[in-house]
């Protein structure tokens, strides 16, 4: 997995921003990263608060993240970011 920068809006793409307010579409959905509960759209993908403080750290410090595991990295809930194959 690669963390891109944006380079309009303060260092956060158009596309890369987070949507504003709850969104009870995502009622009863898991995060598409990592399986645990949704709680909104954030940065383009059904995610939750975990992952989306992730990718907004990511975003704001310029990281770029590349998987170690030939991008077959493995991302859950019950992992922590050092385990995860990232680098």
Avoid: P
Avoid at 11 to 39: P, Y
């Amino acid at each position: 997995m690669t963390a891109t920068n944006g380079t309009k809006n303060g260092g956060i793409s158009k596309n890369m921003k987070q949507s504003s307010g709850g969104n009870s579409s995502v009622a009863g959905l898991d995060c598409k990263i990592c399986g645990d509960k949704a709680t909104g759209k954030h940065y383009g993908a059904i995610s939750c608060d975990g992952c989306k403080g992730f990718f907004r750290r990511t975003i704001r410090k310029k990281h770029a993240y590349v998987c170690r595991f030939e991008k077959n990295c493995n991302v859950d809930k019950e992992m922590d970011f050092e385990s995860t194959g990232l680098e």
